[in-house]
């Protein structure tokens, strides 16, 4: 560490730090020694390696220790650096701190970031959670105590809402709606039409089916309640007044009509016919009660004069169990309830239906007449089949409508046998022994064929005997015994007369007696002859 130069007395220490071998011969030979680690060279010599670097043995420089790491001055490797403790609002990381993303935090030194509180925002880099705050809403949601939340249906917010606002009036909207403009009118049920106040319910004689924007009118003579859903709910809205509420015609007696009017009026006839209601029982299907009545109260005061014609009107009414005969009248018969049948010792007689069959009603076109009147003429040959229910039907399209009935009674045409004479007195040998019957059918005098009229003997037990047909003279329908007559003609003789299905016999019986003639006799004649005044006396005595 020392030098000399020739003739030197001393020698010479090297200056500062420096080194030299032993034997130096100048100042040049002086030389730094290699700076120990943590240590560079530099001119002067070994100089500390300073803050962030760091140095080996013999190094002539530092080394900058990696990106964002630091190190004490004087280190002497690169295991020296490290990471410092990374400031608040960043996180350390295998590179290094790292600033915290959008809605984070971070404190001093931290190895990782805090999110802020549910709802709430904050900018990168935030340092402590005071740095997070509620964002304001977006349109469709509303502030809430943790944060945005969203509108429910049927509401809507738009930015920086607190609250959401309910749509007006029945409009609707779906969840999260931002604005006015999202609500709307849901379409309206069936039954109801949109306007511009929302749904409103159809009128009276109007429909709409779902969605619509008006309802549609019912049609002429039709109605339908208020808020109909369907066209199905217009009927036809037509009021029924019969001329005659109930119809006594006869047989083959012209001028029988059934009519009802029809309110409003102008429906065309073609729409119009009128039917006989099917009898909706077989021939047998009436049960008879003897000693009975129904129990249950009358169908109101609806009493008839004969039995085909309460039957008809009891099968016609809904509420009709069957018929009582009244005990203070033959000619009183009640529709009842019923259907019970309870004993009576008031001699009633009761009819309850039994069984029922399946015939269609008969329906014919109805004539519209010049006083508004629809009607069904049934004809000059009208019969008692043609006595029932008679209902007028209205038909427009699928749409039908049914009057209340009316009772047609048609009664059998009277067949009127008269006898010419009540008592006969046939005289043995002596023709022109004869009996004689008139028979008017309705109004007919002498309208059958002969052989439509019988001439029969009336036995003891009242029923017809031996029969022969008449002869038709003059509308005389007779039965001549002939020249030879014999007391086999006595005895009680009555008329019958077949009409179609009908067979009638006489209430007149004819008393038919034999003369037997005697050779002997007395005889007195007296003649009395107008136009000559004269008189001569016969008297004649058959002697037996």
């Keep these: 560490n020392t030098y000399s130069e020739d003739d030197a007395d001393t020698c010479t220490s090297c200056s500062g730090e420096r080194i030299s071998p032993a034997g130096s011969g100048s100042d040049d030979d002086c030389y730094y020694a290699p700076c120990s680690a943590g240590d560079y060279m530099t001119e002067a010599g070994c100089e500390e390696c300073g803050s ?15 990106y964002d790491m630091v190190s004490p001055a004087g280190s002497v490797n690169a295991d020296d650096c490290y990471y410092a403790p990374c400031p608040a609002g960043e996180y350390m990381t295998d590179a290094g701190c790292d600033a915290c993303g959008e809605n984070l935090y971070s404190a001093e030194g931290a190895s990782s970031c805090t999110d802020c509180p549910t709802g709430k925002v904050s900018p990168s880099g935030s340092s402590s959670e005071d740095q997070c705050y509620y964002a304001a809403c977006s349109a469709g949601d509303f502030m809430t105590e943790n944060g945005c939340e969203e509108c ?5 917010s738009e930015d920086d809402a607190d609250t959401c606002t309910s749509c007006s009036g029945e ?5 999260g709606s931002g604005s006015d403009d999202d609500c709307y009118y849901a379409p309206c049920s069936a039954g ?11 009128e009276a004689n109007t429909y709409s089916e779902d969605g619509a924007d008006s309802c549609t009118e019912c049609g002429d003579y039709m109605a339908s309640p208020a808020g109909s859903s369907d066209s199905d709910s217009c009927q036809l809205d037509l009021t029924f007044t019969p001329v005659v509420p109930e119809l006594d015609c006869t047989e083959n007696v012209a001028g029988c009509y059934v009519k009802w009017t029809i309110a409003p009026s102008g429906i065309n006839a073609k729409y119009v016919k009128i039917c006989l209601l099917a009898d909706d029982t077989e021939s047998d299907s009436w049960c008879e009660y003897e000693d009975s009545y129904l129990g249950g109260y009358s169908s109101g005061t609806y009493n008839y004069d004969n039995l085909a014609s309460a039957q008809a009107a009891c099968l016609g009414r809904d509420d009709c169990g069957g018929i009582t005969q009244e005990p203070y009248s033959d000619d009183q018969y009640t529709l009842r309830v019923g259907p019970d049948v309870v004993a009576s010792p008031s001699e009633e007689t009761s009819w309850i239906i039994c069984e029922t069959g399946d015939e269609e009603d008969t329906c014919i076109a109805a004539v519209l007449n010049s006083d508004d009147e629809y009607s069904l003429n049934l004809g000059d040959d009208v019969e008692p089949e043609d006595s029932g229910l008679y209902v007028i039907v209205v038909t427009k399209g699928d ?8 009772v047609v009674d048609v009664a059998e045409e009277t067949i009127t046998i008269t006898a010419v004479d009540t008592e006969i007195y046939c005289k043995e040998t002596i023709g022109d022994c004869s009996i004689g019957f008139t028979v008017v059918v309705g109004t007919t005098d002498g309208g059958l064929p002969a052989s439509s009229v019988e001439i029969c003997t009336l036995e003891e037990n009242g029923e017809t005997g031996e029969c022969s ?9 007779t039965l001549v015994f002939g020249d030879d007559v014999t007391d086999d003609v ?8 077949t009409v179609g299905d009908r067979e009638e016999t006489s209430t007149d019986e004819v008393d038919v007696s034999f003369l037997t003639k005697q050779e002997d006799c007395v005889c007195t004649t007296t003649w009395i002859d107008d136009r000559a005044a004269a008189v001569e006396e016969v008297a004649l005595v058959f002697l037996e």
């Design 399 to 406: 749409k039908t409508a049914t009057s209340d009935s009316v």
């Design 469 to 477: 047909t008449s002869v038709k003279e003059d509308n005389v329908y």
């Design 490 to 497: 006595t005895g009680d003789y009555v008329a019958v007369v």
């Design 152 to 156: 429910g249906e049927n509401t809507y």
């Design 52 to 66: 962030n670097s760091y140095s080996e043995d013999g190094a002539i420089g530092c080394e900058s220790c990696p």
């Design 192 to 202: 109801d039409y949109m306007t511009e106040a929302g749904c409103e319910e159809c």
């Design 171 to 175: 409009r609707i909207s779906p969840a």
